[in-house]
């Protein structure tokens, strides 16, 4: 894997925006009207570079190579990454301490675990797993085939969704949830005319993620492989939380107390263990960002790396690109992914606390409010931030920035493209969550079948079968939405490279350059840094 190669993501010949220690050039051209034909190179050379080990050529020959590369490519906020790692270790340190002190045989198995964790379960929750992913491959040739049609129907169906999500709260007396659903169905479907003049665009976005695929199955492969690794975390960490308590009864003090009746009653606190749960909720949303943080720039990596270098006569800069982008999310950009994913974890922390806080018993009606008002803007802003920060990681992939330079860039993008984004994203999304939708209620089906066909004990309890078809429905559509948020990365990189140098895939795809200037022109608009 030769990563000083993969350090310039941009083909030989093309003097573009400096790549992965520092910022674009400032020197975007705007396309004349009429098609990249008529597109000239610019009069004056891009500026310095002191970054680069070598200093840059000047502009060649039409397809002759100018090649920067990166001799000593940089961590990027090491710190973050170190942070990390001391906390991680910190946790393994509890799991060990933890788990080795809990007493063997100390628990039995309940009824409810007697009547789930069967061999014929296992056997029915394995062919689920199967079945959907032979649907969500089958799905990916399906929108290959059809991309147009799948993202009309998947248009309505969000808005169907979405209706019945909230008829379904107004009937279970969650009035103002269901009211804002229903609103926000109606609202999506009048809004039809707009959106439609963007499907053409989201569809040649769409084709191109999926021939990506296609071309690189490895990216199949490296997403299931990340979420057995997040499984793994997920079942060390409930183990861990589980036995926590066994461990830390030694720092419990207790006194006796006297009501206002007189009576007296033992009081119990253990602040060693609540500052544990803390921790272990901390530790828990920063691991899970950035194991899957690390996916997303390792997938947006090999999606620029494709954007760029696919079709240019001297090829890929490396003879697996994706391992070369996992290398280098996982290396370089390991600390800026880690500082991103740092920011979340906060906010998701502070959530988890106010949310325990209400729902304990020594509230009144006034601090409840503010609680759930103070959460309410934590969620928005939340979202704001993974929103944000999928594309700040898109940037490291692609450049090596650091965080804080990524994000500024980010922003940069948002304000000359965030319509656009937003549009581009609901359309693929809803492609996602139709197909996701279609996947689980298939799986809930099978995993009904099956077990009233060979698990007659689980069959004759009818709580415990819906139970268990409910584990088939979510089973189902997290490996469904597992495999296909490749699509996700790729739209929404392809995207960014598509705002941020049109011009390259000019020069390697004419064909699809033309239709998407046919279709939405404003893309091939460069951004302006």
Same mark, same amino acid.
């Given at each position: 894997?030769?990563?000083?190669?993969?350090?310039?993501?941009?083909?030989?010949?093309?003097?573009?925006?400096?790549?992965?220690?520092?910022?674009?050039?400032?020197?975007?051209?705007?396309?004349?009207?009429?098609?990249?034909?008529?597109?000239?190179?610019?009069?004056?050379?891009?500026?310095?570079?002191?970054?680069?080990?070598?200093?840059?050529?000047?502009?060649?020959?039409?397809?002759?190579?100018?090649?920067?590369?990166?001799?000593?490519?940089?961590?990027?906020?090491?710190?973050?990454?170190?942070?990390?790692?001391?906390?991680?270790?910190?946790?393994?340190?509890?799991?060990? #301490?933890?788990?080795?002190?809990?007493?063997?045989?100390?628990?039995?198995?309940?009824?409810?675990?007697?009547?789930?964790?069967?061999?014929?379960?296992?056997?029915?929750?394995?062919?689920?797993?199967?079945?959907?992913?032979?649907?969500?491959?089958?799905?990916?040739?399906?929108?290959?085939?059809?991309?147009?049609?799948?993202?009309?129907?998947?248009?309505?169906?969000?808005?169907?969704?979405?209706?019945?999500?909230?008829?379904?709260?107004?009937?279970?007396?969650?009035?103002?949830?269901?009211? #804002?659903?229903?609103?926000?169905?109606?609202?999506?479907?009048?809004?039809?005319?707009?959106?439609?003049?963007?499907?053409?665009?989201?569809?040649?976005?769409?084709?191109?993620?999926?021939?990506?695929?296609?071309?690189?199955?490895?990216?199949?492969?490296?997403?299931?492989?990340?979420?057995?690794?997040?499984?793994?975390?997920?079942?060390?960490?409930?183990?861990?939380?589980?036995?926590?308590?066994?461990?830390?009864?030694?720092?419990?003090?207790?006194?006796?107390?006297?009501?206002?009746?007189?009576?007296?009653?033992?009081?119990?606190?253990?602040?060693?263990?609540?500052?544990?749960?803390?921790?272990?909720?901390?530790?828990?949303?920063?691991?899970?960002?950035?194991?899957?943080?690390?996916?997303?720039?390792?997938?947006?990596?090999?999606?620029?790396?494709?954007?760029?270098?696919?079709?240019?006569?001297?090829?890929?800069?490396?003879?697996?690109?994706?391992?070369?982008? #996992?290398?280098?999310?996982?290396?370089?950009?390991?600390?800026?992914?880690?500082?991103?994913?740092?920011?979340?974890?906060?906010?998701?922390?502070?959530?988890?606390? #106010?949310?325990?806080?209400?729902?304990?018993?020594?509230?009144?009606?006034?601090?409840?409010?503010?609680?759930?008002?103070?959460?309410?803007?934590?969620?928005?802003?939340?979202?704001?931030?993974?929103?944000?920060?999928?594309?700040?990681?898109?940037?490291?992939?692609?450049?090596?920035?650091?965080?804080?330079?990524?994000?500024?860039?980010?922003?940069?993008?948002?304000?000359?493209?965030?319509?656009?984004?937003?549009?581009?994203?609901?359309?693929?999304?809803?492609?996602?969550?139709?197909?996701?939708?279609?996947?689980?209620?298939?799986?809930?089906?099978?995993?009904?079948?099956?077990?009233?066909?060979?698990?007659?004990?689980?069959?004759?309890?009818?709580? /415990?079968?819906?139970?268990?078809?409910?584990?088939?429905?979510?089973?189902?559509?997290?490996?469904?939405?597992?495999?296909?948020?490749?699509?996700?990365?790729?739209?929404?990189?392809?995207?960014?490279?598509?705002?941020?140098?049109? /011009?390259?895939?000019?020069?390697?795809?004419?064909?699809?350059?033309?239709?998407?200037?046919?279709?939405?022109?404003?893309?091939?608009?460069?951004?302006?840094?």
């Amino acid at each position: 894997m030769n990563n000083n190669q993969y350090t310039n993501p941009y083909p030989p010949g093309y003097n573009a925006q400096p790549g992965f220690n520092f910022n674009q050039q400032n020197d975007f051209q705007n396309p004349p009207q009429g098609g990249y034909d008529a597109y000239t190179k610019p009069m004056h050379p891009p500026p310095p570079v002191p970054e680069y080990g070598v200093a840059p050529d000047q502009f060649g020959q039409p397809g002759q190579a100018n090649i920067k590369y990166n001799k000593t490519p940089k961590f990027r906020d090491l710190w973050a990454a170190i942070l990390f790692l001391a906390f991680f270790g910190l946790f393994v340190v509890l799991a060990v #301490l933890f788990i080795s002190a809990m007493p063997s045989g100390s628990s039995k198995p309940t009824s409810v675990s007697s009547t789930f964790l069967t061999s014929k379960n296992y056997i029915t929750l394995g062919s689920v797993i199967v079945v959907s992913f032979v649907i969500s491959i089958l799905y990916l040739f399906l929108c290959k085939a059809f991309p147009y049609g799948i993202i009309v129907c998947s248009f309505w169906f969000s808005v169907l969704f979405f209706l019945a999500t909230g008829i379904y709260y107004i009937f279970a007396k969650i009035y103002f949830a269901g009211a #804002l659903l229903i609103l926000f169905s109606l609202l999506y479907a009048f809004s039809w005319r707009g959106w439609k003049r963007a499907i053409p665009f989201t569809k040649l976005i769409l084709q191109n993620v999926l021939q990506v695929i296609t071309k690189f199955p490895s990216t199949i492969v490296l997403t299931i492989f990340w979420s057995i690794l997040a499984i793994a975390f997920n079942t060390l960490w409930v183990v861990t939380l589980t036995s926590a308590p066994n461990y830390m009864e030694k720092y419990q003090t207790c006194t006796t107390k006297t009501d206002s009746n007189g009576n007296t009653y033992r009081s119990c606190s253990n602040t060693n263990l609540v500052l544990t749960y803390v921790f272990l909720a901390f530790i828990y949303f920063w691991t899970i960002q950035v194991i899957f943080n690390v996916l997303h720039t390792a997938i947006c990596g090999l999606f620029a790396t494709y954007y760029f270098f696919d079709g240019t006569p001297e090829g890929y800069p490396t003879k697996h690109p994706l391992l070369a982008s #996992l290398g280098r999310a996982s290396t370089y950009s390991f600390g800026s992914i880690c500082f991103g994913s740092l920011i979340v974890a906060i906010i998701q922390t502070i959530r988890a606390i #106010l949310n325990y806080i209400r729902h304990s018993d020594d509230n009144n009606i006034i601090t409840s409010i503010l609680i759930v008002c103070a959460d309410c803007i934590l969620s928005c802003i939340e979202a704001l931030v993974e929103y944000f920060n999928k594309y700040a990681y898109i940037e490291i992939a692609i450049y090596g920035k650091p965080f804080m330079q990524a994000a500024k860039d980010t922003w940069h993008l948002i304000k000359e493209r965030g319509i656009e984004a937003l549009i581009n994203d609901s359309l693929i999304n809803n492609v996602i969550l139709m197909g996701s939708f279609m996947t689980g209620v298939i799986c809930a089906l099978l995993t009904y079948i099956l077990a009233r066909v060979i698990n007659t004990s689980l069959a004759s309890n009818s709580s /415990y079968l819906v139970g268990f078809t409910f584990v088939g429905f979510i089973f189902g559509a997290s490996v469904f939405t597992t495999i296909n948020g490749v699509v996700q990365s790729g739209a929404s990189a392809t995207f960014v490279c598509l705002a941020e140098d049109p /011009y390259a895939i000019a020069r390697n795809k004419p064909e699809l350059f033309s239709q998407i200037a046919e279709h939405y022109p404003d893309v091939v608009r460069g951004i302006h840094y």
